[in-house]
């Protein structure tokens, strides 16, 4: 395999980390692929030091801290199945959103808990901090080529988002990027249908891998394949559910299905993160806008997530020539980034459905968003928990308003994020048209 840098910037994980702290090599032509030389400037034992430490910071988190009310709810549901059963649990509770095998799990985990002693928030946390850890390997592998990959790889495992995602919040989402990046691993070494089986099984933890399908499938040439990793991901991904959905179809499609994420924002209206920032932390107030403004922008901010959803098969459609594997990842890198800046629905966990795939994004979006989007998370559970250990209660209901630091950081992280969305989509047009008159070009001149 041999990733290659992308055009005019793009995917610019191969060259970005030798353009910030170390010249090119020799031949100085920038635009050829760096090829993995002599592991001189690094030294091994210092790469296992920092997973060493990045493991004893998710022990931290995982045995000494209570987590988010994530930690609770998801108690909450599997005590719920214990006592009603699945399909009941499902009908009594409106949120209980959660694919039938995943519940099921935690369900079998409270059950442990209740056997063992050992408490429930470690039995929750503790496979999804070492499925991180997963994550960074695999990281590593697919960026074999890459000088820097061992420190894109600590990075993303020392990353306070990675931490708090895996080890602290206490959901399943950290699983959505470990799949995805297995799925393009798979593909890197030409297993599609591998690939396939895997991108199935992500579905029976969470349903946000589906938002890497387009690009999955228009990364792989044929149509007649491209079928069959649809089928084989249709397949593998409703067959835990099959049980369920013989016994009540209504309830899993309107519940796990049908479920859309919620607008999630202090209890005096203010948001956390969307559209709703820039329309009413950044702009004006809602207060101050004007009435005949009002119904349009509720409409908006509804069904912005169809204006994003729109742009990412926009996105993949004009990225569908590029398929070097670090144009994948780009691909799946700004697929999310353009689904995080224009939906609504929002939670804090859903940044960690793609940050390992932000290193493939240009240079200048992931050394601004990582430093920017973990201040803005990691102050802000720092503010709720009231230490900077993150111990205690994550009170987000009892602050209601918060310090001017955190919303300046929140509102620089979601403009990134807005830029970020414009320059993808712009730069996906411009190349596809670069690339269209390169093709008219060779037609003209074998007329």
């Not at 956390?272 to 009435?291: E, K, R, Y």
């Not at 670069?434 to 003209?444: I, P």
Request: glycine share 6%; aromatic share 16%; proline share 6%.
């Amino acid at each position: 395999m041999t990733l290659h840098p992308a055009d005019g910037g793009e995917s610019a994980i191969l060259l970005a980390w030798d353009s910030v702290t170390a010249p090119l090599e020799a031949s100085g032509d920038s635009s050829a692929p760096l090829r993995m030389t002599t592991d001189k400037w690094y030294s091994r034992s210092v790469f296992w030091l920092v997973i060493a430490l990045g493991l004893a910071f998710r022990i931290y988190l995982v045995v000494f801290t209570q987590g988010t009310q994530d930690v609770e709810i998801w108690e909450r549901h599997a005590r719920d199945v214990e006592r009603w059963g699945l399909i009941a649990y499902y009908h009594a509770d409106p949120s209980a959103n959660h694919p039938p095998f995943i519940t099921e799990v935690e369900t079998l985990l409270v059950r442990i808990s209740d056997t063992t002693g050992i408490p429930f928030r470690i039995l929750l946390r503790a496979p999804f901090a070492l499925l991180d850890l997963g994550t960074t390997f695999l990281l590593l592998l697919i960026l074999a080529e890459c000088r820097w990959r061992f420190v894109v790889a600590a990075i993303y495992w020392l990353n306070p988002l990675s931490l708090i995602f895996s080890a602290y919040h206490g959901n399943t989402d950290s699983a959505i990027a470990f799949f995805l990046m297995l799925c393009v691993w798979l593909l890197s070494k030409e297993k599609p249908l591998v690939a396939a089986v895997t991108l199935g099984l992500s579905l029976w933890i969470k349903l946000p891998t589906i938002l890497a399908l387009p690009a999955f499938c228009f990364f792989i040439p044929k149509w007649r394949e491209r079928f069959q990793f649809l089928a084989i991901v249709g397949a593998v991904g409703l067959a835990s559910y099959v049980p369920a959905l013989m016994l009540d179809p209504a309830i899993i499609w309107k519940n796990v299905f049908g479920y859309r994420a919620q607008l999630l924002h202090t209890t005096a209206g203010i948001p956390t993160w969307g559209p709703s920032v820039l329309l009413f932390s950044i702009i004006a107030p809602p207060q101050n806008w004007p009435v005949s403004f009002r119904a349009p922008v509720i409409f908006f901010l509804n069904e912005s997530w169809l204006v994003g959803l729109a742009l990412v098969l926009l996105l993949v459609w004009l990225r569908r020539a590029r398929r070097e594997i670090s144009e994948l990842g780009a691909t799946i890198g700004q697929s999310y980034v353009i689904v995080l800046a224009l939906s609504g629905g929002f939670s804090f966990q859903y940044f960690a459905w793609s940050l390992p795939f932000w290193f493939f994004l240009p240079r200048w979006f992931f050394v601004s968003a990582i430093p920017l989007v973990s201040a803005y998370v990691y102050s802000l559970y720092a503010y709720l928990c009231g230490n900077p250990w993150l111990l205690g209660f994550w009170d987000f209901s009892g602050h209601p308003y918060w310090p001017t630091s955190i919303d300046s950081l929140r509102n620089l992280a979601y403009l990134l994020f807005c830029v970020g969305t414009i320059w993808f989509v712009i730069a996906a047009v411009l190349q596809a048209r670069r690339l269209d008159g390169s093709r008219a070009d060779l037609q003209t001149g074998y007329s």
